[in-house]
């Protein structure tokens, strides 16, 4: 059985940068093994797979897996489908448009707008931001994903950025939306930040050639964190078929 899917290039304006993505638009009827195996035959960063919603208030289920396993939530992914779902408009098209994404971990909003002619999107997590209060073990540090960065953590700073995780089949990421929503969280946490909004501008990529420029912010209410955003540009690739054999599908 054929299934279009779409491929994006997520925190860059310009195809060939970002962090790379294949959305299946339509894939009821696949069966877990089935997309675990189809992440793996396109090998990016993440493969996502929308169904149809549990609840009918949201815009779609989203389903995220790595080359080698289901994720419960990712930035690049959710921001990148979302994009990409209203690019190719299945989804109604406004300027902007706001779509509720069922993930694994629960509801997710992403806002899609149009700029500069391309579209940019703004995933956002609401809520108590729970943030670490110690220093992390050695055990945690030496462990499969690490996010390195440097630069400027002042609000308002520009960070250049690297992550590492290879246990789930990624050498190197290029952009990781995720890590980036954790850090501005956590920075905003600290008692000396006082303000209501921090915010940080973050490259990505560049040493692997796909240069990813991502803006994150958290923003505080009574010293404490309730929603932090992760934004960026998505730029369109290709579009395509792919031939899914009955062993992959829902028997």
Avoid: W
């Avoid at 899917?5 to 997520?10: A, G, R, T």
């Avoid at 706001?98 to 002619?117: C, F, H, M, S, Y």
């Avoid at 994150?216 to 209410?221: G, L, P, S, V």
């Amino acid at each position: 059985m054929k299934y279009t899917f779409h491929i994006v290039d997520v925190f860059s304006s310009t195809p060939f940068g970002g962090n790379q993505l294949a959305v299946l638009p339509e894939a009821a009827g696949i069966s877990t093994e089935g997309m675990q195996k189809i992440a793996r035959e396109f090998n990016f960063g993440e493969t996502t797979f929308v169904l149809p919603t549990n609840d009918p208030a949201n815009t779609c289920r989203v389903r995220i897996f790595s080359p080698r396993a289901e994720l419960d939530f990712a930035g690049h992914p959710t921001v990148g489908t979302a994009c990409a779902l209203v690019m190719k408009q299945h989804v109604r098209l406004s300027d902007p448009v706001r779509l509720i994404l069922e993930e694994n971990i629960g509801p997710v909003t992403v806002d899609v707008a149009q700029r500069n002619g391309g579209f940019h999107g703004t995933l956002t997590l609401s809520g108590k931001i729970e943030a670490p209060t110690a220093a992390p073990s050695p055990a945690d540090l030496a462990g499969p994903h690490v996010f390195f960065f440097a630069g400027n953590l002042r609000d308002g700073g520009n960070l250049y950025a690297r992550m590492c995780a290879p246990a789930l089949g990624i050498e190197e990421d290029p952009a990781t939306g995720s890590a980036c929503a954790a850090l501005v969280s956590a920075m905003a946490s600290k008692h000396d930040f006082g303000g209501a909004a921090y915010r940080l501008s973050i490259q990505q990529g560049v040493s692997m050639g796909r240069r990813s420029e991502l803006e994150a912010e958290a923003r505080k209410r009574d010293d404490v964190v309730t929603s932090v955003s992760v934004a960026g540009p998505t730029a369109y690739v290709a579009s395509g078929e792919i031939e899914v054999p009955p062993s992959a599908l829902v028997s």
